[in-house]
């Protein structure tokens, strides 16, 4: 491989990155050969690795940092810097079982999360829908026990208050664990990246 195919490569694997972030990218890794010399190209394509691995690396470090920069991440975002990191840890020059373990254990991470997110998101609209129920079997016994039908849609309403608060807090800390596990497993990405380049 040459230059010219190093980075006709790394900017394929950054094609669905901004434009922005895409050219700072290019800039950098165009000064870096600069610097090495025309002498030092073969060296230099060597050292930095795969352009699909830098591709990768940098797509999750810019989804870690929208998630870093944005006031109010959405959990969607989360989940896509989530995947993008687990993509860069399967695109890393590390040991082939280590980072299909990584991998696995992401994976495996993030299904547990969005299956404890869909069971709490199923039990506060449960309980959201019994408070109607119980509001509306208030408003039926009206006629028959007044104080009956107080308390009922008391207890309704205290049901429906429950489950709006209950779903706004499942809704914060979601993103902010999606966000969080992006950001750790990318922190570990870049460690390992860092002690491999070290070790080479």
Same mark, same amino acid.
């Given at each position: 491989? $040459? &230059?010219?195919?190093?980075?006709?490569?790394? @900017?394929?694997? =950054?094609?669905?990155?901004?434009?922005?972030? &895409? *050219?700072?990218?290019?800039?950098?890794?165009? @000064?870096?050969?600069?610097?090495?010399? +025309?002498? $030092?190209?073969? &060296?230099?394509?060597?050292? =930095?690795?795969?352009?699909?691995?830098?591709?990768? &690396?940098?797509?999750? #470090?810019?989804?870690?940092?929208?998630? #870093?920069?944005?006031?109010? +991440?959405?959990?969607?975002?989360?989940?896509?810097?989530?995947?993008?990191?687990?993509?860069?840890?399967?695109?890393? +020059?590390?040991?082939?079982?280590?980072?299909?373990?990584?991998?696995?254990?992401?994976?495996?991470?993030?299904?547990?999360?969005? !299956?404890? %997110?869909?069971?709490?998101?199923?039990?506060?609209?449960?309980?959201?829908? !019994? !408070?109607?129920?119980?509001?509306?079997?208030?408003?039926?016994?009206?006629?028959?026990?007044?104080?009956?039908?107080?308390?009922?849609?008391?207890?309704?309403?205290?049901?429906? !208050?429950?489950?709006?608060?209950?779903?706004?807090?499942?809704?914060?800390?979601?993103?902010? %664990?999606?966000?969080?596990?992006?950001? %750790?497993?990318?922190?570990?990405? $870049?460690?390992?990246?860092?002690? *491999? #380049?070290? $070790? @080479?």
């Amino acid at each position: 491989m $040459n &230059r010219s195919e190093f980075f006709t490569k790394l @900017e394929q694997g =950054l094609s669905k990155v901004s434009k922005e972030e &895409r *050219d700072a990218a290019l800039n950098y890794y165009h @000064e870096y050969f600069d610097d090495a010399g +025309p002498e $030092n190209e073969q &060296r230099v394509i060597e050292e =930095l690795g795969s352009p699909v691995q830098i591709a990768a &690396r940098i797509k999750a #470090d810019i989804a870690v940092k929208q998630l #870093d920069e944005d006031t109010k +991440p959405s959990m969607k975002k989360g989940i896509s810097a989530v995947w993008l990191v687990i993509l860069a840890i399967l695109a890393a +020059p590390i040991a082939l079982p280590l980072a299909i373990g990584a991998a696995a254990l992401g994976i495996g991470l993030l299904a547990a999360l969005i !299956g404890v %997110i869909i069971a709490l998101v199923a039990g506060v609209a449960a309980f959201f829908i !019994g !408070g109607v129920v119980v509001i509306a079997a208030g408003i039926a016994v009206m006629a028959t026990s007044v104080p009956t039908a107080i308390f009922s849609i008391g207890v309704g309403l205290l049901a429906l !208050g429950g489950s709006i608060l209950i779903g706004i807090l499942v809704v914060l800390a979601a993103r902010g %664990i999606f966000g969080s596990m992006a950001k %750790i497993m990318n922190k570990q990405l $870049n460690k390992k990246s860092k002690g *491999d #380049d070290i $070790n @080479e």
